[in-house]
């Protein structure tokens, strides 16, 4: 079972940054598909971006391409979201997710066996 811990939410202005970070228990975290989704009250999950086992393939949502880099630290078991020029719109509680199948870059959240406990991002105009 792998545990995965989200941080670095918080409160900012449309037009700042902010750099989530998720952290895994699992000592094969380098076999696993990593993703972020986000979901906003009274909506379905919704897919931001996901990276390869070695980092080296990534995927965006268009919402976010452009603003948002995902990256991750195989020998720290770290997957991060660096959020650029943030808008409003990208308020809601964001969630690390974890896909063990050794399939593709799934943007669909039942592709993902592992999830955080989500993290609040509020962007304020």
């Known amino acids: 079972q792998v545990q995965l811990v989200e941080s670095g939410g918080g409160v900012v202005q449309a037009g700042n940054s902010l750099r989530l970070s998720c952290a895994a228990s699992?000592?094969?975290?380098?076999?696993?598909?990593m993703a972020w989704f986000r979901q906003t009250p009274g909506k379905e999950r919704e897919f931001a971006a996901a990276i390869s086992q070695s980092g080296g393939g990534t995927v965006y949502a268009d919402s976010v391409k452009g603003r948002f880099t995902i990256s991750r630290d195989n020998a720290k078991n770290t997957v991060a979201l660096q959020m650029n020029n943030l808008k409003p719109e990208d308020t809601a509680v964001y969630y690390c997710a974890a896909d063990r199948s050794f399939g593709g870059l799934s943007r669909l959240s039942r592709e993902y066996d592992y999830w955080g406990q989500g993290i609040q991002v509020t962007v304020s105009s």
């Open positions: 699992e000592r094969t975290f380098s076999s696993y598909v």
